[in-house]
Each structure stands twice: as C-alpha cells, then as structure tokens.
C-alpha cells in the first residue's frame, strides 16, 4: 500500500504555512503553565491516567455530557483507528462520502478492509444513494475538508438512523462550524463523534483528541486502545485548554473573521471559494489550472494544499492564517493571477 | 474480550509504589530543559516531525545504527501494536513464551489472530519445540516480564532463522541487562527490536518508544503508524534523554545495587527469587501463598504486583525502587511473613 502522506512540516519561520490547517494563533497562556507545572520528575518517570480521568472530568463539565461517554486519543487520528479496529473486520466495508479527509483510505487498507466512496454532489451535498447501509463503519468528517462544509444535523441523524454499524461524525473543524452533531450522541445509540485539539485549541504539536458515544461503546473502545495511549503533558494541556472558553472563544472571532476576508478577496482574484465553515476554505478556478499557482506560491515560501482527487478534479485548500499571514498570501496571489 | 488491565496507577506520595517497573528516579535534568525549550506557541500549534528526523538523529548516534533504521512510537506498546497490524491478518497466529507480558495476548485478541503461548521450563529457558515456525509474528520480551530472565543473543538468533515471520525482541528492560539482540537487526533480516523510554529513561509519563529493524521493514512500518504518533514534547524529551549517557549511566548503577541487596534480603526472608536483569524481581515461596502477602503490603500504602498464570502458578513482582523504599518494603514484609 501506498500509506497516507500528510502535509509538508517545514520549521523555516519565514515560511507562511497555511497548508495543515493548524491555528496561526498560539495555544492558552494557561496551556502553557498547565504544563510547566505538569514538569516534575514524579509525572514524567511514572505512567499517565489510562483513561484520563481529570480530562474527562474537565470535558464533561464544558460539553455537558457525562464523563464515562469520553475516550481519550493520542490525536483524533488514534481514535479512528481505534474505531476501525473496533468494528471492522478483515475484508470488511468502510464508507465516506469523497473528496474527504483521505486518511479514511489508508485506515481501510491497513484493516484489510474496502472503503465504498461515495462522490458528494457538485454542491457538497450527499447523493443519492447514500448511506452505505450494510458498511461496519461510516465515516463522515463535517465540517468537511477539503470543503469547509458542514451537513446539518438533521441529516447527520437520518444516516444514522439508516446504517447498520456506527456512524462516526469526525468533528475535527466543528468548533469553527454554526452546528454540531453531539446532541446525537446518547439519542440514537450508533452515533460517535470525534474531536481534535489540533485545531481549534492549537495543539497540534501536542497529540491530543477525544471521542464521545455511549457508555457501553466507550468501554468497548477503551479495550482497544492502548492502556496508555495519551501522555501526562498532552493530558495536562489539553485539560487547561478545554477549560480556557474565553481564551478560544476569541480565537475563534478573530479567524472567522479573516476567514471572510479571505472568502470575499479570494473571490475578487477569480477563484471560486465554497462557504467554510472550517478554519480553511476551498478554491476552484474554471479560467487557468490551479497546481501552478501552488507551485508559484512555493517559490515565494507561501505553503498551501494542492489537492487532486480523481474523477472530481482538483484546487487549492489554504487555511486561516493571521491576518498578517493572509495580506501575504492575498498580495502574492494577486502578482500570480 | 476482556482487554488489558494496566498496573494501578495510584498517585498518592504516601504510596511505596513498586508495581509497574518505574523507575524510582527522575529523569535527566535536560529532559525537563529540553521540554521547556520546546513549551512555544509555534511548537504547540503546529504538527510535529511525523518521523521524528531530530530523535532519530540522536538515536543513530548512540545505539550505532542508521537513522532510516528506527521508527518511533508513542510508547513501545504503540510499535508491538503496529507490528501485530502489519504481519497478523486476522485469523492469524503470533507466537510468544508465557509467562511473559500479558499484552501480547490483547494485541492478538484485538486482530481477531491467535496467540500460540508456549511455556518456558522451569528454569525460564525456551521448550523444545520452540519456536513456532509458521508464527506470523513471534514475541520475545528480553529480558522477560515477571520473571527478569534475560535469553543469550545466540539463542534469539537461532530462533529468528527458524521462523518464518519476524521475530520483535521486545527490549522494554534491555537498558538493565547484561546483553541485548540490537547486533541482529540487519545481520538476521526478520529481526526487529523494540525499545522503551519508560523504565531505564524514566520517561513512563511522556510515552516514547522505537523500533530497530532493516530500512525496508522500517519504511512499511511507518506507513502502518500514525502519521503525527508521537508528540513534539515527547520527542524533545526522548531526544535529550537518550544522549546524556552519563546521568543515565549513573541511576543504572545504583539500580543494579539496589536491585542486588533486593535479591539477597529477599532470600533471607524465605523468598525463591529468580535472579533479574531487569528492574524488578520476581520472587514466589513454597511454605504460603502469596496473594495475603501483597494484600498485607498494600494495607500498609506498599504496592507491588501479585501474578498468577494459569497453569503456572503465582508470584509477586516488585520494580526495584529508591534504597529508601525497599526498606520500607522489606521492613514491611519482615513483619508478615
């Protein structure tokens, strides 16, 4: 198998890196100290929490739910992987909607399994037929990357109403987005949402991500992942991040912000630019190919994704950089096209 | 299934705690400096190296081997995870001595593979026949878990020529022994050796461990891991910690006294204790059963681990710790038996 290649880490602080969606915005000052205070030789020489359980604690208390409906993950990566294992056999079926989050492949093709890709419509909407009734897991990421669209719950729910194994809503942009499908959690028992601190809470560096299902499927998935599968550091940041709301909720403004400005410029420049509801948006040009102006962006060490996905064509994903980040981006592209 | 049950990690200071190998000592000081180095916002929000470039530098420098031939791991139970993943389908057969690290039985489970345990002798060496030849993969923990047992690396390699899978050594207690099988990986192609941060780099709480094998083998082992599976913290841990020689050099050797005066005082008390080349010891009596000695241990705030195998018996397992804490300990059992 080929393996799944992720985005290009370069640590040139001249760089522009809006190519991995990782918040231009540091983590919380709390974050920080939250580990600074985590740094004793007795945390580091003796094992961490297995389950996490002042992480669980932190989270119950700001999402609303109980803490025994949390896993904890070393990323929401490890967490779909742990999922795979858990309800996919050998030779068995996976489905997701395409384009989409292109790990989904290679988790398939590591558990000897199929994923059934379903092409959204022209308008990132599901088609018909969809879901994959008999799949053993259905994996939809929403927002979706690399569209920035966000099915509604109402939907996400029929889905689940209609497949036989789990649904898996892979929320790892829904805190960018106006609706998430937690509130499913616990009402139809096959939902599961994943999360990641990547993202929102800028902790990328760090490896940190949940799930949130029913208890009895938690348990279950607690048997599957490994005993010690986040670390002490990652579990002391990730629970003063989770508890910093202030902090995030200003993050938040700030890159919705910019993410309209680069929504409204982009456009100005000829691309077309699907809504987001991400913290990264979407661009197609009908007019000229798009991969030489990610090549020419390059040259100018100004790192976007070019993306091609076969059948369906191809564009440019940039994410939500600092509004300095942007101005660079934006006045680059306007010399190129 | 009923999966892993890790040791209990219980955080009152109050507690001897001798029950999960441990190490009593903190980690260098440059491990804590190396993490502070690396507490930024650019290196919190952004992904880590996925292949741990600056680590494996630092590794190839001290163990003498190419750096194309380590892959990390976010633990070295991460690794025997992706082992099982990319050499076991699911109906499958992996091989291992038992008594011997309970996970590998999980690991099995988790794969939908059989787990063909073989009894070691009395004496804790292989049975003839060993190995299993048609084994898709063959777990050998050296030294070995409860008993600290460590096999001569003639022998591992013999096995490792008769089996047709890899044969993992898995090396977690290596760093306390007297040899190690790493002078077989390139030399014997199915070889691959697993290291541990946890017990010798006291680093259990930061999770990080590698793998040694051929760079072929290396290059699809990092296809079957998690792109991002070990943090920019740990890494910066890991990377300090394995190059200063001498702070480590230095906690082993008072280790291996400890461990010593253990042994001996442990004898005098009426124990059967296997002699260990690893951190722990693991001792059993004729004259009463053991089980109301750990009892009475963890009724005074003294844990160790009390094992038993079907077929096999039981025992108890106590991690080597400060002199100060096996006094206690040995005070302790003074009074009880």
Redesign the interface.
Known sequence: ????V??E?I?D?GTV?LN?N??????SPR??VA??QA????????????LGDHFRAAASAVLGVPADWIVIG??S??LL?VLT?SFV???GRMASLTPSYV?YK?LAE???ATLVSVPFTQYWTPPKPWPVREAHLTLIANPNSPSGTNLRVDALAAFADEVAGPLVIDEAYADFAECNGLSLVGKIPNVIVTRSM?KYY??????FGFAIAEPGLIREL???K?????????LA?ATAAILDRAYYADVRSRMIATRGRMTVALTELGFHVTPSQANFVWCRREDRPVKPIYEALKAKDILIRYMSYPGFGDGLRMSVGTPQEVERLLHALRAIV
Do not use: H, W
């Open positions: 198998m080929a393996g799944y992720p985005g880490q640590n602080p890196k991995t990782e918040n231009p915005y540091p983590p974050v920080v580990i600074q740094l004793t030789g007795d945390i580091l020489r003796k094992y961490p929490e297995p070393n990323g990566d490890d992987t294992r056999p050998q030779g790990l290679s590591i558990q000897g990547s800028a902790l990328a560096g760090v490896r607690n048997k599957v490994d005993s010690y599968n986040a670390d002490a550091l990652s940041a």
